[in-house]
C-alpha cells in the first residue's frame, strides 16, 4: 500500500505560481511511477504530468520533479491561468501497470482572473 498527500493548493492571480507537493508513505517510493492528474467542476478527470510527459495544455508553464529521499513528487506551477482551476491530485502506479492504482485526496486550486 501506497498513502500519498498532498498539499501547497490554494487561491492564486492568473500569471502566478504555486508548488504542489505530495508526499508517500508506505512502501518504497521510487519503485512507483508518480503522475499528477486534475480534475475542474463538471469535467472528468484528466491526466496533467508525469516525468517526461505533459499535457498539452501544460508544457512549458508546468514542471514535475520528484525527491525519493524525500518520498515526494512535486508539481511547480507557472503561469497559471483560469482554466488552470481544479482539484489536483497526485497518484502512484507500479511500472509495469498501465493503471494508477494508489490516490490521494487531492488539493484545491484556484486561479482567479
Known amino acids: 500500500q501506497v498513502q500519498l498527500v498532498e498539499s501547497g493548493g490554494g487561491l492564486v492571480q492568473a500569471g502566478g505560481s504555486l508548488r504542489l507537493s505530495c508526499a508517500a508513505s508506505?512502501?518504497?517510493?521510487?519503485?512507483?511511477?508518480m503522475g499528477w492528474f486534475r480534475q475542474a467542476p463538471g469535467k472528468e478527470r484528466e491526466f496533467v504530468a508525469r516525468?517526461?510527459w505533459y499535457a498539452d495544455s501544460v508544457k512549458g508553464r508546468f514542471s514535475i520533479s520528484r525527491d525519493n529521499a524525500k518520498s515526494t513528487v512535486y508539481l511547480q506551477m507557472n503561469s497559471l491561468k483560469p482554466e488552470d482551476t481544479a482539484v489536483y491530485y497526485c497518484?502512484?502506479?507500479?511500472?509495469?501497470?498501465?493503471?494508477?492504482?494508489?490516490w490521494g485526496q487531492g488539493t484545491q486550486v484556484t486561479v482567479s482572473s
Open positions: 497518484a502512484a502506479r507500479l511500472p509495469s501497470s498501465g493503471l494508477y492504482s494508489y
Open positions: 508506505g512502501r518504497t517510493f521510487s519503485s512507483y511511477t
Open positions: 516525468i517526461g
